[in-house]
């Protein structure tokens, strides 16, 4: 993600599922706008849900006290209501000069009023989610931001393991800055200490083993992973995602993909394992996977099952 900032536009639309790239992209914004120890004077936040379009708008047209920009923000700007974006719309056909507003969303339809207006007079922030190998690079930028530096294995292994959530990797890199300490090196021994909890483990173990076929191991880390108290559904869509991999990697392979990694987003250590497992399934294999996924979905959903014994049902399918 990258923001357009010099020089700063008369309006920015931050939009995107990913919150900290959000927040990241409206602080930016702020730094690149606001003046040293002006902040209070020219600097004005609305909640989209709560907030007057007319109080929004006379903050963008009100001008900056001693400095050169006023910024004002949106937040959840995918909330205001359709008068209040008319408001907005009027406003962007001839906005002020002196303000930079923020247009903050998690989600938001390009198509509509002011998101639409945008294009044409300032710059649209997508901050949508990584795949694993672009959450990877986040955590080594982010680490050398820290002024602590991670390297390329122990950033690819927290993407893996943790998910591709930038709120959560942020939270384990800050496990992981704590554990090793003033001066000490953040590497794959440090994050295999602090990330791997038994749950985390279990979870790569129940899917490790699925993809390869063993059905034993594969019970005990689902019993592992059911005794810690995860949920059967959380459990099935760790599975479900899994055996999705598994079909995009048997695709890409059988395409000819020579680099995986690249072909699927993934760090090399995972489409290693991604190409050895998949050449375990045939594709109807994986064809009647997806069918039963959608069965047993339905099945834990509706509440009238055994969730244990359904997802028992599910691995010893699978491993068959």
């Not at 790239?21 to 602080?27: E, F, G, N, P, S």
């Not at 923000?73 to 406003?91: M, N």
């Not at 810690?228 to 993909?257: K, P």
């Not at 050895?276 to 039963?292: I, K, M, N, P, S």
Request: net charge negative; proline share 4%; aromatic share 6%.
């Amino acid at each position: 993600m990258k923001v357009p900032l010099s020089p700063p536009a008369p309006v920015y639309l931050i939009h995107g599922a990913e919150d900290l790239l959000r927040a990241d992209a409206v602080a930016a914004v702020a730094a690149a706008v606001l003046t040293e120890g002006l902040e209070a004077f020219n600097d004005d936040r609305f909640e989209g849900a709560s907030c007057d379009a007319s109080a929004v708008v006379g903050a963008a047209r009100t001008l900056p006290v001693m400095a050169e920009r006023r910024l004002v923000v949106v937040r959840g700007a995918d909330r205001l209501a359709a008068d209040k974006l008319e408001l907005l719309t009027d406003y962007l056909n001839d906005p002020s000069p002196t303000t930079t507003l923020v247009l903050e969303a998690a989600k938001v339809d390009l198509r509509k009023g002011p998101f639409n207006k945008v294009k044409s007079v300032g710059h649209v922030v997508s901050c949508a989610p990584p795949n694993e190998r672009g959450a990877a690079d986040w955590l080594e930028t982010r680490a050398r931001d820290l002024g602590r530096p991670i390297t390329r294995d122990a950033a690819e292994f927290l993407a893996a393991y943790t998910g591709t959530s930038l709120g959560s990797l942020a939270a384990e890199l800050d496990k992981a800055v704590a554990f090793a300490g003033e001066g000490g090196r953040i590497d794959l021994d440090t994050v295999s200490e602090t990330a791997v909890s038994g749950r985390v483990a279990s979870v790569f173990e129940l899917t490790d083993a699925l993809g390869e076929r063993r059905a034993g191991d594969a019970l005990r880390a689902l019993y592992t992973l059911l005794e810690g108290g995860e949920a059967a559904l959380r459990v099935q869509g760790m599975i479900v995602r899994h055996f999705r991999q598994l079909w995009r990697a048997r695709e890409a392979l059988e395409g000819g993909a020579g680099d995986l990694a690249s072909a699927l987003g993934v760090p090399p250590f995972v489409a290693g394992k991604l190409r050895t497992q998949a050449r375990r399934y045939r594709d109807a294999e994986l064809g009647d996977a997806f069918v039963r996924f959608a069965r047993v979905d339905l099945d834990l959903k509706g509440g009238a099952v055994d969730d244990r014994r359904t997802l028992e049902d599910e691995v010893l399918s699978l491993c068959g």
